[in-house]
């Protein structure tokens, strides 16, 4: 079985300050690695994800992550916030093989952006 | 290109009730899987259907059910509502698992249900 937690429900931080989303994972075969972004009364929407290759990924909205497989974490990271990016954050996983693409979701972590 | 549609988008019940959902994946995909995402916390897996039957099921009860058209479309119901069911429900569309890039889920905006 897969699980995924999030360390922090909460961050608050000053706009155009950086910031770190921590996101660790259990499981005992191999997984994709998903972040989401979830704005206000909306749906999810894929920030970026890691398939394979390099562990450093890039994604949307000048966000990146980082897999890092021994610490079993995938850390979301932005140089500089701006107000646009608060939001509700969710990190997820799927198995790599398998009949299945379900995602298991993390609790999510608020970003609150600060003027 | 239309992405993943829902409707409604928001529905008020009362205990007892029955109610269904509606969701069109995005064009080209095959694959619908519903979660639901109740107040502060991550959505939660229901069921995945693909060639309109149910593939896959998460630890949700038989009051939960689900169809596939063949238009790939899909509806969730919920019977015999209680007030823990209400939640964001959201659908994802994908490519069925197993074919190239079948991992990428595309989310719709959700249906929020209240149950009274």
């Known amino acids: 079985a897969q699980s995924v937690t999030q360390l922090d429900s909460q961050v608050p931080v000053f706009e155009e300050a950086p910031v770190e989303l921590r996101c660790n994972y259990s499981?005992?075969?191999?997984?994709?690695l998903f972040w989401y972004v979830q704005y206000p009364n909306q749906g999810l929407q894929l920030l970026l994800k890691y398939l394979s290759g390099s562990t450093l990924v890039k994604g949307i909205n000048g966000f990146e992550a980082e897999f890092n497989k021994s610490q079993t974490s995938f850390h979301l990271r932005k140089p500089s916030v701006h107000i646009s990016d608060t939001a509700e954050y969710f990190c997820?996983?799927?198995?790599?093989?398998?009949?299945?693409?379900?995602?298991?979701f993390g609790t999510g972590t608020l970003l609150a952006v600060q003027p | 290109d239309a992405g993943v549609t829902q409707s409604p988008t928001h529905l008020i019940k009362t205990r007892g009730q029955q109610v269904t959902l509606r969701c069109s994946p995005k064009s080209g995909h095959d694959t619908v899987s519903w979660y639901q995402q109740a107040l502060g916390q991550g959505p939660q897996f229901i069921f995945q259907y693909y060639e309109e039957e149910e593939r896959q099921r998460g630890n949700f009860p038989d009051r939960f059910s689900g169809h596939q058209f063949p238009n790939y479309s899909s509806e969730l119901n919920v019977n015999a509502l209680l007030l823990g069911d209400s939640a964001l429900y959201l659908c994802a569309s994908s490519l069925r698992p197993g074919t190239t890039f079948y991992n990428e889920q595309f989310f719709g905006p959700g249906t929020r249900l209240t149950v009274l």
């Open positions: 997820a996983v799927s198995m790599l093989r398998g009949a299945t693409n379900k995602l298991i």
């Open positions: 499981s005992s075969v191999s997984v994709y």
